[in-house]
């Protein structure tokens, strides 16, 4: 059984910076960041394979946010770094088999965490 629990989101200024982290327990499995806004379908941000040696992004937040991970500590964070308005979301931790941006890849979800990106 998969467990995964999100922390660190918050409001944040546009051009701010915030620090997801995502704790997980059980067995060490490709990991991923999705977001959802309202109205808008399941988003995903960023991926990091099991051993940390492969990450993706997606286009609009490629070079503003860094995914990482320690097994040890059994955690993953998002770093987000020069945030704006459409970067606002529930941001949601995401376990996998494989390593991928496909929805259809994630089989293990948490409970979301709430990013707001406003003056």
């Known amino acids: 059984q998969v467990q995964l629990a999100e922390s660190g989101g918050g409001w944040v200024q546009p051009g701010g910076s915030l620090s997801l982290s995502c704790n997980y327990s059980?067995?060490?499995?490709?990991m991923g960041w999705w977001r959802q806004a309202p109205g808008k379908e399941r988003e995903f941000v960023a991926a990091i394979s099991w051993r940390g040696d492969m990450t993706t992004y997606t286009d609009s937040v490629q070079g503003r946010f860094t995914i990482s991970r320690d097994n040890v500590k059994n955690m993953v964070t998002l770093q987000m770094n020069r945030l704006n308005p459409e970067d606002t979301a529930v941001y949601y931790c995401?376990?996998?088999?494989?390593?991928?941006?496909?929805?259809?890849?994630?089989?293990?979800w948490g409970q979301g965490t709430q990013v707001t990106v406003s003056p």
């Open positions: 059980g067995y060490t499995y490709n």
């Open positions: 995401a376990a996998a088999n494989s390593f991928g941006r496909e929805l259809i890849r994630y089989d293990w």
